[in-house]
């Protein structure tokens, strides 16, 4: 090594990269010392000199593609906002010979990139060398939990609560955790725990609404109103207080609540509520609520306002405006994805039942059905499909489980209703399955899949016309079957959702409804057996 050399590699060590650099220029006047190339190339770098740096580095790792180069370039190219190329050089890097600092700046590139799988295997990586590091455990759990690999969240929280047993954010997340799996009792027991080191809003809200899945209504309304006060600006606890309330039939407690909630969600356009009065001269625009179910059931109101406005609008999704017009033609439907503002007056349905002072116990309009399908649609779903003799059976058994935490167990796999298929040979069956999951009807090439046929909600309802009966779980089409009269077997979760109530077998909402409840949460068998012993009994020769 030479003087000069030993001279640079000092000043290097001294962090005076400048002169560094400078005379390790001077050593390696022709360009060929991959050590000094290296470090002419890291002196740029601590300088800031990022292209520059680059250079120097691209031409040692083409001769020597050594992980601690390949590293620097990594860093170089997060520097220069190149993150893909950054992110490939990093992983690397740290899987050839892991490196703390390279692994830090990956981290920073994968944000970069929102890349939450390799986050997760960086974060795996970097707890096999600081299997202690309560941070690395907490962002573990935490993107194992957004993923839903649950196992994985599931494991390094418990090693985190070993070394943090009092970690009542962690007992919290596990919970919820706990909770989308179905192990609800788990679930309950880890927010209890939570709640017992700290007294805060999450547990006590989470607690009500376990409490209600496990039909434990006092308690969830107990924890409600505890998390309401402490914190009073946030809508969802009012929201699910409200279900509390309703799922005991309790409307004088429960139907404020929820009818201010849906105030609440209004888009910013939603403006001068209507005080419920005649306005003859003025218009009225119904925003409607909640998802497609609920805008069909609540539709029944519509009626009560028919005469009261010069004008009435309605935003509604567009795969309900045709069967809406034809029925209701004194309203004018909007794509509700559009941006209206031309009215008088705003109401939703909810608004409605209040200001005409109905009562879900006490009377339900039109509950024999209060929607016509149309004729000629009906006819050529018939002589394409339906033209024979046999027991005519529409199936659907999965829901749309998006943005809500309340609704993920009403789907079932289509295998459970095989004791049906086993049980009424004869009979046609039909599914009306409007998502991916019609494909299972593959495996039970009797089935006949109308995916294809359905367009919107006035084909359902012309294709619902000629069938004889529709199983379902709770999901939008029993609303367009209850709305037409079509006679309708429900098939409910232990924890359903409030409108259908605790141990009601006939549905209030419409005649043709029935409804069969698990024995327990997750016990389709027991559910599907309870429907098939009254199938038996109507349908049996």
């Known amino acids: 090594m030479t003087e000069d050399y030993k001279k640079a590699y000092e000043l290097f060590h001294k962090k005076e990269y400048k002169k560094a650099k400078e005379l390790f220029e001077k050593i390696n006047s022709k360009g060929d010392n991959l050590d000094v190339l290296k470090y002419s190339g890291l002196c740029s770098y601590y300088l800031k000199e990022y292209n520059e740096a680059l250079s120097y580095l691209k031409t040692v790792f083409e001769k020597n593609a050594a992980p601690d180069i390949e590293g620097y370039l990594g860093t170089i190219y997060y520097c220069l906002k190149d993150y893909g190329k950054a992110q490939v050089h990093l992983i690397n890097s740290i899987l050839s010979d892991y490196n703390d600092e390279f692994a830090k700046t990956l981290e920073k590139a994968l944000l970069s990139k929102h890349n939450d799988e390799a986050m997760l295997g960086l974060k795996l990586l970097m707890n096999e060398h600081h299997p202690k590091d309560i941070f690395i455990l907490r962002d573990i759990t935490n993107i194992a939990q957004k993923l839903k690999k649950f196992d994985i969240a599931i494991e390094f929280f418990e090693i985190l609560l070993k070394y943090c047993p009092d970690d009542y954010v962690a007992w919290n997340n596990m919970g919820l955790i706990y909770e989308e799996t179905g192990d609800w009792v788990k679930s309950y027991n880890c927010y209890k725990k939570a709640l017992s080191i700290h007294d805060f809003f999450s547990p006590n809200f989470n607690l009500g609404i376990m409490s209600r899945k496990l039909h434990k209504f006092n308690d969830s309304i107990q924890y409600l109103k505890k998390a309401i006060l402490q914190n009073p600006n946030s809508p969802q606890p009012k929201y699910s207080l409200a279900m509390s309330y309703m799922m005991l039939k309790d409307f004088k407690n429960g139907y404020p609540l929820y009818a201010n909630h849906m105030t609440k969600i209004m888009p910013s356009y939603y403006k001068r509520e209507w005080d419920g009065k005649p306005h003859k001269e003025s218009s009225l625009c119904i925003f409607t609520t909640g998802g497609l179910g609920d805008m069909i059931m609540f539709a029944r109101y519509f009626e009560y306002v028919s005469n009261i406005f010069k004008k009435i609008y309605c935003l509604l999704p567009v795969n309900l405006h045709r069967i809406f017009k034809r029925n209701y ?213």
């Open 329 to 541: 033609p004194y309203i004018e439907f909007i794509d509700s994805n559009e941006i209206f503002t031309e009215y008088d007056f705003a109401t939703t349905p909810m608004h409605i039942l209040k200001f005409f002072d109905l009562d879900f116990t006490e009377f339900v309009p039109n509950t024999n059905g209060f929607l016509k399908t149309d004729e000629n649609l009906t006819k050529m779903y018939k002589e394409k499909f339906f033209n024979n003799n046999s027991l005519k059976i529409a199936i659907n058994w999965h829901g749309n489980r998006e943005g809500t935490r309340t609704f993920f167990n009403r789907s079932m796999p289509l295998e459970f209703l095989e004791p049906v298929f086993n049980q009424f040979k004869e009979a046609k069956f039909y599914s009306i399955q409007k998502d991916s999951s019609h494909t299972e009807c593959q495996k039970y090439p009797f089935i006949i899949d109308l995916y294809d046929e359905i367009e919107d909600f006035d084909t359902t309802a012309s294709i619902l016309e000629n069938i004889d009966l529709l199983i379902s779980i709770d999901s939008s089409p029993i609303h367009m079957a209850g709305a037409i009269g079509k006679k309708t077997y429900v098939l409910l979760p232990k924890a359903n959702e409030w409108r259908w109530f605790i141990d009601d077998e006939k549905s209030v909402w419409y005649d043709s409804i029935e409804l069969f409840r698990q024995s327990k949460e997750g016990d389709w068998a027991s559910c599907v057996d309870k429907m098939l012993a009254k199938m038996e009994l109507n349908y049996k020769n």
